[in-house]
């Protein structure tokens, strides 16, 4: 019933409840349902309404929550990006396959980052990023400079993580961030931008999408360097900060659609679970149509029967009646 989404201790303020996946956990009930109806009908009923009170436990615990998720390829500084948000070294960061399964950690309060498995390195890492990207409240999708534009594949990517949303709040709730700015002239990064932007709108059809340019490497820089002046200003030029002040100016409107995004999500899982629900009630009712045309056509036969019984019984009598008829005439 949980999620693979680990959490580290010293910053997990979510209970348990809140790693419910609840397709899965719906998947259970209409199991046990199916398994369960014809004998035990009224455990089912329970088990259903349990389901719709628990769901809402959980969405409301989610609620509370504002979900930051990245996505991108392998190598591309998704895990650098968040160390660097948060000023410390606690995603790994490596240049070989090293994120395997998505990793939560608290930023801010009520502010979550959650780093995910490189796309497109192995199935299980897409199925492990993709679980947890519905969830999210905004996307930093990153992707360095050091390849150019947007590749087929990221644009594959991005259409699938699309598909989990609507086209309004995809396009309100996703960012580019390119990294390792500090290998590239202005020139060259407002090139690969312009790009960019390009292809976001001819193959998504997305406009407007921001786009926040970042230096891992200026801002670890900027934070160990001795000199004022150059730690401000590898610091200001690294991209984090104005990244970061986006994050939280935005918290407030993040918090605010969460309520009304559960709120839907809630209808839309109470729907499936009466969906369950009147199948198994149609099904019943079918049975005892079934039954009741059996019961019919028994009454019937049984009807038929007894009519010609009736009808033999009084041939025997009149049978008898000749017979008796015949012998009284052979006396004579």
Not at 122 to 148: M, P, Q
Request: net charge positive; hydrophobic share 35%.
């Amino acid at each position: 019933m949980k999620a693979k989404t680990t959490t580290s201790k010293k910053n997990d303020t979510t209970t348990s409840r809140t790693q419910i996946n609840i397709d899965d956990y719906i998947e259970q009930i209409r199991n046990y349902a199916l398994a369960n109806f014809e004998k035990y009908p009224s455990r089912v009923y329970q088990k259903l309404e349990k389901g719709i009170s628990e769901i809402a436990s959980v969405l409301t615990g989610e609620a509370e929550f504002i979900n930051i998720i990245n996505a991108g390829r392998m190598n591309h500084g998704k895990s650098s990006l968040l160390n660097s948000l948060m000023d410390s070294d606690i995603f790994k960061v490596n240049d070989v396959r090293e994120t395997v399964e998505n990793r939560r950690e608290l930023f801010k309060k009520n502010i979550y980052f959650t780093d995910t498995p490189g796309l497109e390195a192995a199935d299980t890492d897409d199925k492990e990023a993709y679980s947890v990207y519905s969830r999210a409240n905004f996307i930093f999708y990153v992707h360095t400079l050091r390849i150019g534009e947007l590749h087929r594949e990221e644009i594959a990517n991005l259409q699938r993580i699309r598909n989990l949303f609507s086209e309004k709040y995809f396009r309100d709730h996703l960012a580019i961030v390119l990294t390792f700015a500090e290998s590239y002239e202005p020139d060259e990064i407002s090139s690969i931008k312009s790009k960019i932007e390009k292809s976001l709108l001819n193959e998504l059809g997305l406009d407007r999408i921001k786009i926040f340019l970042v230096s891992n490497l200026r801002y670890r820089n900027g934070i160990r360097e001795t000199n004022e002046m150059k730690r401000t200003a590898l610091i200001k030029n690294s991209g984090i900060v104005e990244l970061r002040d986006f994050i939280l100016n935005n918290s407030t409107v993040w918090q605010s659609e969460n309520l009304e995004l559960k709120s839907a999500q809630f209808e839309d899982y109470q729907k499936k679970l009466t969906a369950i629900a009147e199948s198994l009630k149609k099904s019943i009712d079918n049975q005892k149509i079934v039954i009741e045309k059996i019961l019919k056509g028994v009454g019937e036969a049984s009807a038929r029967i007894h009519k010609r019984n009736k009808e033999l019984a009084l041939a025997v009598k009149k049978l008898e009646t000749a017979k008796k008829s015949l012998a009284e005439i052979n006396v004579y």
